[in-house]
């Protein structure tokens, strides 16, 4: 189960496990506008670690729903029964690709008091192997509390959401690349073959 945790808090930030998480975060409003959205075929597909039994897979979303650049990103564990669905863009800012990720439908009547929230991610190339990281949420935590003014957010508990806008986010992430603490490590995912 160690696998199916570990990817789903890189890959499926905004699950329930990283809901539960004390030290999450998530943002109001999206990474991108839709001239920064690209769609790579060469994503679609299952990925994996080599010897998990997890798997992700990504398939082109509901157009009609989502537009056409977007993904719908599945989370299997082939253990159990247990799938996890959520939508997905790849955004292109200068030569750098995130992947936005935000739940997908709902499984219940009343959605009411539900709000798509967003998480981020890095990508550092696709092809055979995907290399991705994760927005740590320790250091933003951290970072925001040293310096409250570096981008708008509100405190929810323990949860921090950010509510800067999609231009202020992009110049946020933008400008901490190279900050090494910023990202998770790259986690490599390999393409699984068709069952």
């Known amino acids: 189960m160690r696998h199916y945790r570990k990817l789903s808090t890189l890959v499926l930030g905004t699950t329930i496990l990283m809901l539960a998480a004390c030290d999450s975060y998530s943002s109001l409003r999206p990474l991108y506008t839709d001239d920064d959205l690209v769609f790579n075929a060469e994503l679609l597909g299952t990925w994996g670690t080599k010897d998990s039994t997890e798997s992700i897979e ?24 247990k799938t996890e669905e959520n939508i997905a863009h790849l955004v292109k800012l200068g030569d750098r690709t995130f992947l936005d990720v935000l739940p997908g439908e709902p499984h219940t009547d009343s959605t009411d008091n539900l709000l798509a929230v967003h998480t981020f991610f890095l990508i550092s190339h696709i ?69």
């Open 127 to 195: 092809g055979s192997t995907m290399e991705i990281a994760g927005l740590r949420s320790k250091w933003l935590a951290d970072f925001v509390a040293q310096n409250p003014e570096a981008i708008r957010f509100e405190k929810v508990g323990e949860r921090l959401i950010l509510t800067a806008t999609t231009k202020e986010l992009q110049q946020f992430l933008m400008s901490h690349l190279n900050d090494n603490e910023a990202f998770e490590p790259f986690e490599e995912l390999q393409r699984k073959p068709i069952m």
């Open 58 to 81: 990504f398939a082109r979303a509901d157009q009609a729903s989502h537009g056409t650049n977007a993904y719908k990103v599945t989370l299997r564990d082939s253990n159990s029964d």
